[in-house]
């Protein structure tokens, strides 16, 4: 892209209006920043903790009484 | 072109906040950051985007979400208190047509910033929300940085793709922002879990950081170097190899200066030289009018109050060498002078008890930050990530509230963002020191908290 700009400069000289380079930058700038906000958009639908992070206070089934010799803690 | 990507963009995000009712939140702040229907020109200035994210956003929260240990913060009341005031002083402005029109998006950002909180009850929400904030800033800040090293920019000069001066578009503004974001930024390259931190994300976060470190010599506002100024010396309270840190930074400085556009050189001159220079001194001469006009009017004249302002001042310039200086001084007369001081904003706007309630606002926010900074500073477990993040949002507000001293952004809405998301981070903290110490105890205090209103 940078390249791209470069050479639009270069033209620019010659007659391309300066308003190119400008719309280039632009354009470059919102697809990048739109970009990454899609890609974290997406790695977000997939992480569950966005929602619910694991909590001592869950629901944790009730323990079982242990014995005498074969506790497991 | 850019009509349809834009609208293809949204279409994904929204879809997404079918998926995941938070990226609804996501949504909102990108469109209020970004503001997308003002960079196309069909399509999307027809609909009322930001209505339907928000509306969107509450009504999955009130809906889906989960709502149990919802906790707000006194500061939640604060910004409350401060939103019903401010709709008083609306109806009682001096000007009431000018006030409607600002307090139809002032009232918006504080709304916003006192339901914020209550969605931000994970540490991946935290991030989300930060990071958004951050990109969606990047998308004005790239182009202004890039801009800047094509063409060196200049005060009022530098083209952020949209004509009207609003919103973080505007130079001095986005140059404030852009500074106050750069702790966050840095936050990314050690803590975030989005995007794990690797030689990518930490190309792209220092490119952004020069980025943002260009915005001020783009828009050559002087302000935006005030904060840069004073962002050095908040992070050194971070570093660990000081004299390193301060050499290193008195190089960079040093090298930059041949690098630095003549506009900005000349205009960075005028700081010591302020008495000639007409934007200081108008300013100088708005804070004194300020300060008279609220001693009749201690309630404050209601928004955009300064619409009445009719102030003299005296431009004082000094010719010729020190030792054969001339003293010029010229009579300037102006009227309807802008604060150019969100201090002084709210003094004027909104009166003593108005800017009290502000003032409670922003410094609460910089304890709290505080207070998590140091009590999460020696955790290396999973709450590792808190402290700095605290120190980054603390530094971030520091930066705020110098630049606020010069620009009249009291209300920007990006601010009251970053505000819920200190109130976020704190409210999350305090459920999960509640969590430890419930695990702390063999009986479960769970029906008791469950039981008790959201």
Redesign the interface.
């Known amino acids: 892209m940078p390249g791209k ?1 470069g050479r639009a ?1 270069r033209i620019g000289a010659g007659g391309i209006p300066e308003g190119w ?2 719309a280039m ?6 697809a ?3 970009g ?10 997939k ?1 569950p ?5 694991p ?3 869950d629901e944790t089934p009730p323990a079982r009484p242990k014995r005498w010799g074969r506790g497991d803690a | 072109m850019r009509d349809l990507v834009f609208v293809a963009f949204l279409a994904a995000i929204f879809a997404a906040g079918f998926r995941r009712p938070f990226i609804f939140v996501l949504a909102y702040v990108y469109i209020d950051i970004v503001s997308p229907q003002r960079l196309t020109y069909v399509l999307l200035n027809a609909v009322p985007i930001s209505a339907i994210a928000v509306a969107l956003a509450i009504g999955a929260w009130l809906a889906v979400d989960d709502k149990r240990d919802a906790r707000v913060a006194p500061r939640q009341g604060l910004l409350l208190i401060l939103l019903i005031y401010c709709w008083y002083t609306t109806l009682h402005a001096d000007f009431p047509v000018d006030a409607a029109f600002k307090w139809e998006w002032v009232w918006k950002a504080l709304a916003f910033a006192i339901f914020l909180p209550l969605t931000l009850r994970t540490r991946l929400r935290i991030e989300a929300l930060l990071l958004f904030m951050i990109l969606s800033a990047a998308s004005i800040i790239i182009v202004g940085g890039i801009k800047t090293l094509g063409s060196g920019g200049g005060y009022g000069q530098l083209n952020l793709m949209v004509d009207n001066n609003s919103g973080l578009y505007e130079g001095s503004t986005i140059s404030t922002v852009a500074i106050a974001i750069i702790p966050v930024i840095l936050w990314f390259t050690r803590h975030g879990t989005v995007f794990a931190p690797d030689w990518r994300v930490r190309t792209f976060a220092y490119a952004l950081i020069f980025a943002c470190l260009l915005i001020p010599v783009g828009t050559s506002t002087r302000t935006g170097l005030l904060c840069i100024a004073l962002l050095a010396v908040l992070m050194l309270r971070d570093t660990r190899r000081r004299i390193l840190y301060l050499s290193l930074m008195g190089a960079a400085a040093v090298a930059a200066v041949p690098f630095l556009p003549s506009s900005f050189t000349e205009r960075m001159g005028t700081i010591k030289t302020y008495q000639a220079d007409a934007s200081a001194s108008t300013r100088l001469a708005v804070w004194q009018w300020t300060w008279d006009y609220v001693k009749d009017h201690p309630a404050g004249g209601g928004f955009d109050a300064y619409r009445q302002n009719k102030i003299r001042y005296e431009k004082v310039k000094l010719e010729g060498t020190a030792s054969n200086a001339t003293v010029d001084t010229e009579l300037e007369v102006d009227a309807a002078r802008a604060y150019h001081s969100a201090y002084f904003e709210m003094l004027g706007e909104q009166g003593y008890f108005g800017l009290a309630v502000w003032l409670v606002i922003q410094i609460a926010g910089l304890f709290r930050m505080e207070v998590v900074r140091r009590r999460y500073a020696a955790e290396t477990g999973a709450l590792a990530w808190a402290s700095p993040l605290a120190a980054a949002l603390q530094n971030a507000h520091f930066v705020y509230l110098l630049g606020a001293a010069f620009i009249a952004i009291a209300f920007q809405p990006f601010v009251y963002m970053l505000i819920g998301a200190q109130i976020g981070l704190d409210t999350y903290l305090a459920r999960r020191r509640g969590e430890m110490r419930w695990t702390g105890f063999g009986r479960p205090r769970t029906a008791a908290l469950r039981g008790a209103p959201a």
């Open positions: 700009a400069c380079r400008g930058i632009d354009n470059f700038s919102l990048i920043s739109h990454l906000m899609l890609l974290a958009t997406w790695y977000l639908l992480r903790d966005l929602d619910r992070e909590s001592p206070r």
